[in-house]
């Protein structure tokens, strides 16, 4: 299981934080995803068996969210 926080720099309401993550939920493989609007990022907590980060950037973009930066959430820390 990898956990990933996506900073998407054009979050700003709750109809970006819901579509978010209505999207990503529904890829097969991921667990988990929370949306901080006031800091502007994504996490997605998932299992790279069955989907790839690569695949969870495409689905954001095909619904207008680009990711500026990805960072690998380590269990324990920062969050």
Do not use: W
Request: charged share 30%; net charge negative; aromatic share 6%.
């Amino acid at each position: 299981m990898q956990k990933y926080r996506l900073d998407i720099p054009n979050i700003s309401c709750e109809h970006c934080s819901k579509a978010i993550e209505d999207a990503l939920s529904a890829i097969d493989g991921v667990q988990a995803v929370s949306v901080d609007i006031p800091d502007k990022y994504a996490d997605a907590t998932f299992d790279e068996a069955d989907v790839s980060l690569d695949k969870i950037e495409d689905v954001l973009k095909d619904i207008g969210y680009e990711v500026e930066k990805k960072t690998m959430m380590t269990p324990g820390v920062g969050v």
